[in-house]
C-alpha cells in the first residue's frame, strides 16, 4: 500500500457506527485516526469511493458523538477485513474535537488500552 498521509495516525479507543452497503454497524472500535480520515473493520468491505456517514465517539472526551461523512480510499479484504476513509468536507468544530483528541494521545495524557 502506497503511504500518502499527510497527518500521523493513532490507536486510540474511538468507536463509530455507520451504515455501510450490505451491512449496519452498531458499534465498533476505530482502528487507528487522523485529521485526515481513519481505517475501520467492516464484515463487508464498500468498494473504493463510497461515502460512508459516521457517528464518531470519542469517550474520554466529554460530548456528543461526531457526525462525519468519509470516503473509502482504499479496501484490504484479509482478515479481518479493513477500510480506509479520507474524511469529506469536515466542519471546523469536528476539526477542533479531533486535533484535540489526537493531541491528547500524542502527548500521552490519554492512552490507548486494547480491550
Same mark, same amino acid.
Given at each position: 500500500?502506497?503511504?500518502?498521509?499527510?497527518?500521523?495516525?493513532?490507536?486510540?479507543?474511538?468507536?463509530?457506527?455507520?451504515?455501510?452497503?450490505?451491512?449496519?454497524?452498531? /458499534?465498533?472500535?476505530?482502528?487507528? %485516526?487522523?485529521?485526515?480520515?481513519?481505517?475501520?473493520?467492516?464484515? +463487508? =468491505? *464498500?468498494?473504493? #469511493?463510497?461515502?460512508?456517514?459516521?457517528?464518531?465517539?470519542?469517550?474520554?472526551? /466529554?460530548?456528543?458523538?461526531?457526525? %462525519?461523512?468519509?470516503?473509502?480510499?482504499?479496501?484490504?479484504?484479509? +482478515? =479481518? *477485513?479493513?477500510? #480506509?476513509?479520507?474524511?469529506?468536507?469536515?466542519?471546523?468544530?469536528?476539526?477542533?474535537?479531533?486535533?484535540?483528541?489526537?493531541?491528547?494521545?500524542?502527548?500521552?495524557?490519554?492512552?490507548?488500552?486494547?480491550?
Amino acid at each position: 500500500m502506497n503511504e500518502q498521509r499527510q497527518d500521523p495516525r493513532i490507536l486510540c479507543r474511538a468507536r463509530f457506527a455507520c451504515d455501510a452497503p450490505g451491512e449496519a454497524v452498531i /458499534d465498533r472500535e476505530v482502528v487507528d %485516526l487522523s485529521l485526515g480520515g481513519l481505517c475501520l473493520r467492516l464484515t +463487508r =468491505p *464498500p468498494p473504493r #469511493g463510497t461515502r460512508l456517514q459516521l457517528a464518531l465517539r470519542l469517550p474520554e472526551l /466529554d460530548g456528543p458523538a461526531l457526525s %462525519l461523512w468519509g470516503e473509502v480510499v482504499w479496501v484490504s479484504v484479509e +482478515r =479481518p *477485513p479493513r477500510v #480506509g476513509l479520507r474524511f469529506v468536507d469536515l466542519s471546523a468544530e469536528a476539526r477542533a474535537v479531533l486535533t484535540r483528541y489526537i493531541e491528547l494521545y500524542r502527548l500521552g495524557v490519554l492512552r490507548y488500552a486494547p480491550a
